[in-house]
């Protein structure tokens, strides 16, 4: 089975408008913390987020949002008032106690940011 | 502060060939990480540093990958006998401790392409 499932694979969203981009994942693992990285063309991977299993209030970073829900183990990434600049591709990661320090990534979502 | 870095930024290279990877980590950053991205793989974790050892290599694809730490800073990632399967985009990460909530950061990466 998957870890991290991004159904998404690609989007178009309006500039200015907000846009959710979907995440679920698979564990057994009590602990683990789940991330937000956005890849634009220049191939560099840039962190936005994170949220901790643990932790009780969805994460906020900017026009980042985390809408994490545990129960149904999904963590969708909201990206308020969309610019051109957020055109790029957003992964979902997770890490998980048990598994030691590596990340498990989901396959990407590329949003294309219209004008 | 400097990010990561990574050099070549590109390398062609005929298969059968052997190829080296540097990445250097963000001063004080005492985890290192390897990951591997192709478009039929997605982004694979490769190898994780503590310092200069390595307690996770269970990524590494063949015996053909090795990696090396050395003065708890730059890594190298030597690849034998290229492949053209190995052709992908190699990033390095690194994170001021290893643990579940801490974030890595990543370098630009280094594109290979084995002809």
């Known amino acids: 089975a998957q870890k991290i499932t991004q159904t998404q694979p690609g989007m178009f969203v309006q500039e200015k408008e907000a846009v959710t981009l979907d995440c679920t994942y698979d564990t057994s693992d009590p602990s683990y913390g789940l991330f937000w990285y956005k890849q634009p063309s220049s191939g560099e991977m840039i962190f936005l987020i994170y949220q901790g299993s643990y932790d009780q209030q969805n994460a906020t970073e900017g026009r980042y949002s985390l809408n994490f829900q545990k129960a149904r183990k999904s963590a969708n990434l909201v990206i308020s008032a969309s610019q051109l600049g957020d055109s790029a591709m957003y992964f979902c990661a997770m890490r998980e106690r048990a598994a030691g320090n590596k990340l498990t990534f989901g396959g990407g979502t590329r949003v294309l940011v219209k004008p | 502060g400097a990010g990561v870095s990574q050099s070549p930024s590109n390398k062609v290279t005929e298969k059968g060939k052997d190829v080296e990877l540097r990445c250097d980590p963000i001063s004080g950053h005492t985890a290192l990480y390897w990951y591997r991205q192709s478009l039929g793989q997605g982004l694979e974790f490769l190898i994780y540093?503590?310092?200069?050892?390595?307690?996770?290599k269970s990524g590494l694809p063949s015996d053909r990958f090795s990696a090396e730490r050395t003065g708890g800073s730059v890594s190298t990632l030597t690849i034998q006998r290229t492949q053209q399967e190995d052709s992908a985009v190699y990033l390095c990460a690194s994170s001021l401790f290893p643990g579940a909530s801490d974030t890595q950061y990543f370098g630009p990466g280094t594109r290979l392409t084995v002809l």
């Open positions: 540093f503590q310092g200069n050892s390595a307690p996770d």
